[in-house]
């Protein structure tokens, strides 16, 4: 059964972040078949260069610092887990059907270059969903054009 306190648990996680893709977190919290927590949203420059000390992150120009990324984790039991691909998988179905929905374009941390699902990765971070970069606007808009095909040769 779906735990509601993670609505209000999302609202206080986006503070900061950019109102579209906030929008698109909040509508996939509440569809998604399971529970998941924001936990990590708009970050302060000396908070992405702690994650950095710590090797969890490797750049200062992270989407983070400008409320144009969030890191979205599933909660089974009460408890954050890492290791439950399904988990991610419903979380990243549930993160496009919104965005589709709300006509916003996003991009997920397991399919960096826009072409497939964690295909040809070097770097896969599931847990991050961003805004894409303004140059890679028309590349995300062709990923929807995509997974919209997928949708309708499926059915």
């Known amino acids: 059964m779906k735990d509601s306190s993670y609505a209000a648990r999302a609202e206080l996680a986006l503070l900061g972040v950019e109102a579209g893709l906030a929008r698109v977190v909040k509508l996939a919290v509440a569809r998604c078949k399971v529970d998941f927590q924001v936990i990590e949203g708009l970050r302060t420059i000396e908070r992405q260069r702690d994650l950095i000390a710590q090797g969890w992150s490797k750049t200062l120009n992270s989407r983070h610092l400008t409320g144009d ?14 290791g439950n691909m399904a988990a991610f998988d419903a979380i990243a179905e549930a993160m496009f059907s919104a965005a589709d929905e ?10 960096r270059n826009l072409n ?4 040809n990765q070097t770097v896969v971070d599931r847990p991050h969903w961003q805004n894409p970069y303004p140059f890679r606007i028309k590349d995300a808009g062709d990923a929807v054009a995509a997974r919209n095909e997928q949708k309708e040769a499926a059915k």
């Open 116 to 119: 497939s699902f964690n295909a």
């Open 69 to 82: 990324a969030v890191d979205l984790v599933p909660v089974i039991a009460g408890e954050i887990t890492w």
């Open 102 to 111: 709300l006509g916003h374009l996003i991009q997920s941390g397991s399919d």
